[in-house]
């Protein structure tokens, strides 16, 4: 995953879920929801991923 950043992290995939689709409305961004919970216990967390070109501008849009 060279070409993407990590601009959000949550235990709520679902929170993550609408900041893609956000992210993609909004400012045109795809982005990707990368599970890292320990699926039989439910610990951990989810990240927000975009390319890399994309990341500066995801991150001012997700701080407003």
Same mark, same amino acid.
């Given at each position: 995953?060279?070409?993407?950043?990590?601009?959000?992290?949550?235990?709520?995939?679902?929170?993550? *879920?609408? =900041?893609?689709? #956000?992210?993609?409305?909004?400012? $045109?961004?795809?982005?990707?929801?990368?599970?890292?919970?320990?699926?039989?216990?439910?610990?951990?967390?989810? *990240?927000? =991923?975009?390319? #890399?070109?994309?990341?500066?501008? $995801?991150?001012?849009?997700?701080?407003?």
């Amino acid at each position: 995953m060279n070409n993407w950043t990590v601009v959000a992290k949550s235990e709520s995939l679902e929170h993550l *879920e609408m =900041l893609k689709i #956000n992210l993609k409305e909004n400012c $045109a961004i795809d982005a990707i929801v990368l599970n890292k919970k320990i699926s039989g216990y439910q610990i951990g967390f989810g *990240e927000l =991923l975009v390319p #890399n070109q994309e990341a500066d501008l $995801a991150k001012e849009y997700l701080e407003k």
